[in-house]
């Protein structure tokens, strides 16, 4: 049991049906261990740095407590994984349910037999590709570059270079809302660009990546490269959530933004990137509103000049 609260946390015993902290029936007497925070500010955790509340954010001890947690709450309770938060717009309203964030204990890459790295589902991608290439492990180089979570890249497919997580992912271990947890072969993950058919709700604990045999020195040259390339391409540095729309078949999106006249233009508080046409930046104030607001109107005008309909890559969640 956690017997530190912060301002807005919620000791889980006191959640008893009735009392206005209340979100389910059983949950109220589960022996959590890790965090359990009523009305969680989710903007500090998210890259955009805006968007409403998670109406419980959950960071669990370990798998147990997680599992547990799961478990004891009424069917049908949302449950939404967060990473690092790169790739998502929350919404001004805050997100329904419980969000889990993986903490600590979900954060270790270990290196096993045949170039297997064993990656916690909150481990980020810059720790899995340093420690690739200290093992000599090669192939995992494009997720030095990518700034999230084994879990978030997981669920997205994430990719970069001509690689993606599809084409190193063995299996994964993953948590359902109901708190079973089951391994999960890559076959069975649907991957397509961007994409995975992981159900909504599932979190990804854990994932075993396999790579080839390489020379560490050449491993971390290529790693050097790709830092280097992204700091020069792309508005690191800024409130953004990454690519907004995925590349249709053929075509790259950020051409398709700049030829509809779009580098950018301005809603309210965001902005379509100078830098890079495909990003969206919150330039200070903007509520996820205009974020959200400022990509329709992108599509809208990229539809209107070049008729190809832009599809988003960044999640878009929560209430309006
Ligand atoms: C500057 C910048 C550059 C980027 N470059 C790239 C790039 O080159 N290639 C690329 O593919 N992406 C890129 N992205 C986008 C982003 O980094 C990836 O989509 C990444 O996979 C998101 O990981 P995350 O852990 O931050 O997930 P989040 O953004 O927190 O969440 C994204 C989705 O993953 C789900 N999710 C998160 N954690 C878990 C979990 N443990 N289990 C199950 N589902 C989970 C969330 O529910 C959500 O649906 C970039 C983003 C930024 C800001």
């Known amino acids: 049991m956690n017997w530190l609260m912060q301002p807005g946390e919620v000791p889980v015993g006191s959640n008893a049906p009735g009392s206005e902290d209340y979100i389910g029936h059983s949950a109220v007497s589960a022996p959590v261990r890790g965090k359990l925070t009523k009305d969680a500010p989710l903007d500090k955790l998210v890259w955009f740095k805006s968007g409403g509340p998670a109406d419980y954010l959950f960071e669990p001890a370990d798998l147990d407590d997680l599992t547990t947690f799961l478990a004891m709450q009424p069917e049908g309770t949302p449950v939404m994984p967060i990473g690092l938060g790169s790739n998502l717009i929350i919404r001004d309203g805050g997100v329904p349910g419980v969000v889990v964030r993986l903490g600590k204990a979900f954060s270790s890459v270990e290196v096993r037999r045949d170039n297997i790295l064993e990656c916690g589902g ?11 290439r200290d093992a000599g492990i090669a192939g995992l180089e494009f997720l030095r570059g990518i700034p999230g979570t084994v879990g978030g890249f997981v669920c997205m497919n994430g990719g970069a270079y001509g690689r993606e ?11 359902f809302p109901n708190g079973d947890c089951v391994c999960i072969p890559a076959s069975d993950l649907g991957y397509t660009y961007r994409h995975s058919n992981l159900p909504e709700g599932a979190i990804v604990v854990s994932a075993r990546f396999q790579g080839d045999p390489g020379d560490p020195a050449v491993i971390g040259a290529e790693m050097e490269r790709i830092a280097a390339e992204r700091e020069a391409s792309q508005p690191l540095r800024t409130r953004t959530g990454g690519s907004t729309f995925k590349n249709p078949e053929g075509k790259k999106a950020w051409q398709l933004v700049d030829e509809a006249g779009c580098r950018g233009l301005t809603m309210g508080g965001a902005q379509v990137s100078e830098k890079h046409a495909n990003f969206l930046i919150n330039t ?7 974020i959200e607001g400022l990509g329709e109107e992108v599509r809208r005008r990229v539809s209107e000049k070049t008729g190809v309909a832009l599809e988003w890559e960044i999640k878009r969640v929560g209430r309006p």
């Open 122 to 132: 909150g481990a980020p991608g810059i720790l899995v590709a340093s420690t690739a």
């Open 165 to 175: 997580v599809a084409d190193i992912l063995v299996d994964c271990d993953v948590v």
């Open 284 to 290: 200070g104030d903007a509520t996820s509103s205009d």
